[in-house]
Nanobody, 131 residues
């Protein structure tokens, strides 16, 4: 059974950094896309970033490009989201999700972070950016 477990959230000041982890079990990263989504109170869930290990490509939403980095550790079957230069508007519950239909983050671009592609979801981890 596919299971995704997020961790690493917390409270940070604006300009600070956090690294989120998505530990995957029941799947191999080469066969799935892993994406990060976030949802703030009163807002729709939005895609943040996607990694497809099969071709080693990534995609980032414009709102996080240049600040966030998605990467993997195959030995740990874990995908990370390194978040730097955090802003209050980054405050949200962050979810990781897996899809076996998203084959290339580079080719799909923004389509790689559409909710409907993703069948498996973690429980979420809270990120709060505040002074």
């Amino acid at each position: 059974q596919v299971q995704l477990v997020e961790s690493g959230g917390g409270l940070v000041q604006p300009g600070g950094s956090l690294r989120l982890s998505c530990a995957a079990s029941g799947l191999t990263l080469d066969e799935y896309a892993i994406a990060w989504f976030r949802q703030a109170p009163g807002k729709e869930r939005e895609g943040v970033s996607c990694l497809t290990s099969s071709d080693g490509t990534t995609y980032y939403a414009d709102s996080v490009k240049g600040r966030f980095t998605i990467f993997r550790d195959n030995a740990k079957n874990t995908v990370y989201l390194q978040m730097n230069s955090l802003k209050p508007e980054d405050t949200a519950v962050y979810y990781c999700a897996a899809s076996n239909r998203v084959t290339s983050a580079r080719h799909l671009g923004v389509l790689s972070i559409i909710d409907g592609w993703y069948d498996h979801w973690g429980q979420g981890t809270q990120v709060t950016v505040s002074s």
